[in-house]
């Protein structure tokens, strides 16, 4: 991408496109040149093909996502990985300069042969352990099937890391602010929201609600690492 250029990023979610609401904090960094699109793992496909193809399996990694009727859809994450490449050289073929991932799960060996893919797993777990390191944070994830995988990835980035889970779908944000107020109760000086489902609508509730201290989000640790890049 040369400086200047009018570079097209296409936001890929786990679920069924278009998710403004995960792509909001980081189109908000982008210049006003990007063309943005949108393209899902799960397009096209119905709540029993979905669920038949990509329903978690017990036992089994699992991720959260939401279909285009804004119901909520537990996947194996196994299944996802293995769906996102094909669906990465898709958009590359259609013109895309840059290629967001929406989700936070790790999905080793994707690859493109042009464009600029964006990992937030990489780019959130880096700026934790580096900006926030001597900090106490805790961690929220959305399902407590999660927390296994979750207490793996963190061990290595913040010592002794704490989780509470809150799905970033619920009707209400109750269940996130008692999750929030566990790790402060605990002594957590910031809070990171490990999914793309958490965005700015859970951090102005979460400060509406009283807490003070840092609420970091994916999408907007991505934003800021991927804007000035594009301009």
């Known amino acids: 991408m040369r400086r200047g250029a009018v570079d097209t990023v296409t936001f890929l979610t786990i679920g069924q496109a278009p ?9 908000a960094h982008l210049p006003g040149t990007a063309r943005v699109r949108h393209a899902g793992v799960l397009d096209g496909l119905t709540r029993p093909e ?4 990509f329903g978690a399996t017990e036992g089994r990694a699992t991720l959260l996502s ?11 994450a196994d299944t996802v990985g293995a769906a996102l490449q094909a669906r990465i050289d898709q958009v590359e073929e259609a013109g895309a300069d840059v290629v967001v991932l929406l989700c936070t799960g790790e999905f080793p060996g994707l690859r493109t042969r042009r464009a600029r893919l964006v990992e937030p797993d990489a780019l959130v777990t880096g700026y934790v352990g580096t900006v926030l390191r001597g900090s ?10 999660q927390v296994p ?3 793996e990835k963190w061990r290595a980035v913040v010592p002794a890391p704490a989780f509470t889970t809150a799905s970033p779908y619920a009707d209400n944000d109750a269940a996130l602010l008692a999750a929030a107020c566990t790790h402060l109760e605990a002594g957590a000086d910031v809070l990171m929201l490990d999914c793309m489902g958490y965005g700015a609508r859970h ?3 979460l400060r509406a609600a009283g807490l003070t201290v840092p609420i ?4 907007a640790v991505v934003g800021a690492a991927l804007g000035p890049l594009l301009v």
């Open 149 to 151: 995988e979750a207490r």
């Open 136 to 145: 106490r944070v805790g961690f929220v994830v959305p399902l407590p099937e």
């Open 66 to 76: 939401r279909l285009a009727d804004g119901s909520p859809v537990t996947l194996d």
């Open 19 to 27: 998710r403004p609401d995960l792509s909001e904090a980081i189109e």
């Open 216 to 219: 970091l989000t994916p999408g």
């Open 203 to 205: 951090r102005r509730s």
């Open 50 to 53: 979905t669920e038949l193809r």
